[in-house]
């Protein structure tokens, strides 16, 4: 079997390496036709103004291809489904969209007004994405859900795969450290809870608090605790350290209904590297992990439970460890690579059977 992975999609992005990564270890050849939009621009909605570089993309992705059996559009390829109808000649299209443009921009980035021309042409560049595509991949039974609903197609036409983590780069090797911490990694946005996660560390001055990233709300650390320490950048293949030396990983804490819908990255990924787990009680969550077993879950918005969660596993090292075994248990039979490839090829042989 041969996929064509098409777009002007995040190349370095995990939802596309892991994507690619998988699809590979089921044994599936995958060759890439992609056109470089999007790097470095963290904020899709500066980049319509370089609508005229995207049209430019979407000619070059109609280049001639080697024989493949189905077309698959990675994140974020909203733009790229007219191209990938055209380029894919009648063979089934599958898309790997991850988000809602207009979820994300509109509701979780608040980038745009509701209800404002912009957020009108987000959502029907949404649905013809989806409906484009013959089958959508999302990332969560909570977001398959929204997918369908969102883009009023049928529920039947959307598989799940977790999102996962690299295992080149996310392997075990956490251990109790001698300083506890709690670590924070990902881009500053509204999804991710910083003002609760900032809360809870002014509720718990004896416990240290190490943010890594950058993002939208950087200026909201301006005034942070003393107790908490912002590092803006570390490497992409460093950030596993960060895990094995850090007490424990906090996941996300927001209120906006894309929390409720998403995994994020970095809980797969302390999660790979055996690291304890707080993180947001949500539906998404429970997909995947059991409270007091493979994490601790706290419910959204919530300082005053993140702070007694961090405090807890400061307090109770058995607990941690218990932790770290039940979440690395829980990645490996669900998430890990091994588990998610099968889940990638059977998605892709889903739509050629389908299209046949």
Known sequence: MRVLYFGTYQ??????????????????????????????????S?????AAKLAVSQLA?????????????GYPGHFDLPAAKVAA??????????????????????RFRRGSMSTRVLGRIDRQAFRMADLVVADTEAHADFFA????????????????????????????????????????????????????ARLAPEIPFRIVGSGQLDASLDDRPDNVEWVPWVEYEELAGEYHGAGCALGIFGTTDKTARVIPNKVFQALACGTPVVTADTPAARELLVGGESALLVPPGDPSALAAAV????AEPALAEHLSGGGLYTYRQRASEEALAPLWRAAVERAITASA
Request: charged fraction near 25%.
């Open 61 to 73: 992705l109609l280049r001639p291809a080697r024989r493949f059996d189905a077309l698959m559009v």
């Open 46 to 50: 500066a980049s319509f103004s370089t």
């Open 11 to 44: 190349r370095d992005y995990p939802r596309n390496v892991l994507a690619i990564a998988c699809l590979r270890r089921a044994g599936v050849e995958v060759v890439e036709r992609h056109v470089t939009v999007w790097k470095g621009q963290e904020n899709w």
């Open 311 to 314: 405090r807890r596993l400061a």
């Open 89 to 110: 000649l009648g063979r089934p299209i599958v898309f790997n969209p991850l988000v809602s443009l207009e979820d994300t921009l509109v509701e979780d980035r608040a």
């Open 149 to 200: 609903g969102h883009a009023d197609i049928p529920r039947a036409k959307v598989e799940v795969c977790l999102v996962g983590a690299d295992d080149r780069i996310f392997q075990p090797g956490w251990r109790l450290p001698a300083r506890f911490s709690a670590l924070f990694v990902g881009k500053l946005i509204p999804l991710h809870g910083l003002e609760t996660i900032l809360a809870a």
